[in-house]
């Protein structure tokens, strides 16, 4: 039986979009054909930066005539009512109409039709209703999609559907390289586009991205550090993957991890490498979208350059932060807002100070001058010129300066974790000091947006209320706390957290490995 290609061609798509969005089309359309056929059809969809698509097996050329009996008004309905439901389906008059318990019915016959009127249809009502969480206008045209589309492909038994959205009228036509692509079949498609090196399906990409990197990391006698969500957004930059690798100066290796993972990894999309002792080691994989005549020597020298000077930059601030202790910093958090209803930073740390110590009692850290002294650095960093470059580094910047600054091993490392956790898969603070730290600053947090009413509404959650609710929880019961927050936490913010507890009971009492008793016991 014939199969259907169907392809958009446009300007590249965002990389956490496109697996998305892809599947989404394919489900759409195999939806319409389960209806109209009621089976299951197989197939697969694909995705690359500059096109999606999908490719549908063995779709009936006709769909056969079907009868269906549609109950319409009463027989003592008014004239009107009856009127109106002959005239909704096209019949005549009553004669054509059946009587049964009472009501009129009709049975209505659908001819066979040609399925190539029917793909154009849905293909085209699917595009036209499909919703992106962005969209663009391009030129003059009224139509939106995520990126300006150049083309649309749509080949059905190897004839061309002229699937039309807007301006685009679809033909047997793609492209490979910015050149025109003639198209009889799915076979062809994918063929011809891998001459051009173009791989459409993300699990092809990957595994050249990754056999490629192991073999030029082991000549080097590295390996790469696994990060599969890295190396499936890289698989998602290229069509046409080619690897190679990139070399960082020496002097910058002396900066801490951190902030070379924050430049490689989130910044510039560079799979790292380690040595055989597990130590970050001085080069970074490159994943180009094309192969140069100099074999990607050009792509090695362009990203060492621009590597270079990104990690020039970060070492200068890094180095000026250094030059003023991290207490000295604490008073610029005057001019920093946390939210312009509550106040700054420098008015939250005050609350913070307050509730830990409280908790510092309850918990019998009676150090009262060190809970004090951290509440006046866990923010500090805020203030700091990396954190301002690497805002992601807010925390793990304080630890460090926290350590050149003599503070302590529990200070530095209260000031890193009073962040957690962060998500599901987060490790949760074990100190007694990051204890404390991370749960008064996360329960002045949640008293202060509701007192100002900021809660979540359905998904939205800008201030991560849910995820600082659910630390609380994970922190008192991982660590089996036996300590009362309710005198310190408001009530709406008590019954929010509740809230948070049945969700987690519900869906499973030993999600988290936790005894939920512990923190019900605590409000």
Known sequence: MPALLFEIYSEEIPSEMQDFSASKLFNNMLEKLHKLFQKEFEGQYFFTPKRIGFHILDIPKIVDSTSSEIRGPKITASEKAIEGFLKKYNIKNTSNLIEKDGYYHYNEISEKKCIKEIIKIALEEIIATFVWPKSMRWGRYDIKWIRPIHSILCLFDKEVIPVNFGHITAS???????????????????????????????????????????????????????????????????????????????????????????MLKFHQKYLMTQDKNDNLAPYFIIVSNVMTDDNLKTVIAGNEKVLRSRLSDAQYFYNQDL????????????????????????????????VALDIAKQTKTNNKDRIERTSLLIKADLVTEIVNELPELQGIAGYY????????????????????????????????????????????????????????????????????AIGIIRIVCSNELEIKLNHLINKNVVDFIKERIEILSSKDKNIYSIDLQYINNSL
């Open 172 to 262: 047997n036509q793609t492209y490979g390289k910015n050149k025109v692509i003639n198209i009889d079949s799915f076979a062809t498609y994918k063929q011809k586009l891998e001459e051009f090196g173009i791989h459409i399906f993300q699990e092809k990409r990957l595994e050249i991205i990754k056999t490629q990197a192991i073999s030029i990391c082991k000549s080097l006698n590295i390996s790469i550090i696994n990060d599969d969500e890295l190396v499936k957004e890289v698989a998602n930059l290229v069509e046409s993957p080619h690897v190679t690798i990139g070399k960082i100066e020496e002097k910058f290796m002396k900066l801490p991890k951190e902030i070379l993972v924050s």
């Open 323 to 354: 030059k003023t202790n991290l207490i000295d910093k604490f008073e610029k958090l005057k001019k920093v807002t946390f939210h312009h209803e509550i106040g700054s930073y420098y008015d939250k740390i005050k609350m913070v100070k307050e």
């Open 401 to 468: 300066y926290a350590l050149n600054d003599n503070e302590g091993t529990d200070v530095a490392n209260a000031i890193k974790e009073h962040y957690l956790p962060q998500g599901p898969s987060d490790k949760v603070p074990k100190e007694a000091l990051s204890i404390i730290m991370a749960l008064a600053d996360k329960i002045v947090t949640l008293n202060s947006m509701f007192e100002i009413n900021i809660k979540p509404t359905g998904s939205k959650d800008p201030y991560a209320l849910r995820r600082a």
